[in-house]
C-alpha cells in the first residue's frame, strides 16, 4: 500500500460522513479514524513498531453555524491573555527528565521565559522544549509517554 493511496483514503474519509475506515492488504493495515477533541481539529500519525501497521487518525467535518460562532468567540477570549507552546518537531512527549523523576512542572506552575517544560524525544535524542513566555501553567494538552506531531500544542500558559 503506498502513501498516495494513504492520502487519498484520508481525505475520503475527511470529506465524508464516514468516522472510521480499516483496510488490510498484505499483511498491512490502515486504520483512518475521525475524532474531534476540545474544539480543536486533531490530526495524527503513528506507526506501530510490533505490527508495522500505520494509525492514521484525521479529524472530522466542520462544525456547525452555532458551534462555529462559540469556538470562534472561545478563541479569540483565549487569544488575549493565554499562549500556546507548541512542539516544535514530531516525537514522543515526556513531562520529566525521566521516569522516576519529577514532573518539570505541573499545572499551576509559575514559568518564567527559558524554563525547560517538558522532553520531546525524537530518534533516540532527548530535546528539551523551554517556555518563550512567563506565566503561569494551566493546561498540559499532551499525556505523558504519547506521540506528537509538529506544531501540536503542548501546553497552554496564562500570560502574567
Not at 72 to 81: P, R
Not at 108 to 125: F, H, N, T, Y
Request: negative net charge; charged residues 25%; contains cysteine.
Amino acid at each position: 500500500m503506498d502513501l498516495d493511496l494513504i492520502k487519498k483514503l484520508v481525505k475520503i474519509v475527511d470529506t465524508s460522513g464516514v468516522t472510521d475506515l480499516e483496510i488490510e492488504e498484505n499483511g498491512l493495515k490502515v486504520k483512518i479514524a475521525k475524532k474531534i477533541r476540545n474544539s480543536h481539529v486533531v490530526t495524527q500519525t503513528q506507526l506501530s513498531g510490533l505490527s508495522a501497521a500505520p494509525i492514521i487518525s484525521a479529524s472530522g467535518s466542520a462544525p456547525s453555524s452555532e458551534a462555529s460562532v462559540k469556538i470562534k468567540t472561545e478563541v479569540e477570549a483565549t487569544k488575549s491573555n493565554h499562549h500556546e507552546i507548541k512542539s516544535p518537531i514530531v516525537g514522543t512527549f515526556y513531562r520529566a527528565p525521566g521516569p522516576d523523576a519529577d514532573s518539570y512542572v505541573q499545572v499551576g506552575s509559575v514559568v518564567s521565559a527559558g524554563s525547560v517544560l517538558c522532553i520531546v524525544e525524537a530518534m533516540k535524542l532527548m530535546n528539551e522544549i523551554e517556555s518563550d513566555v512567563s506565566g503561569k501553567v494551566i493546561k498540559i494538552l499532551v499525556e505523558n509517554g504519547k506521540p506528537v506531531e509538529y506544531n501540536q500544542p503542548l501546553f497552554l500558559i496564562e500570560l502574567s
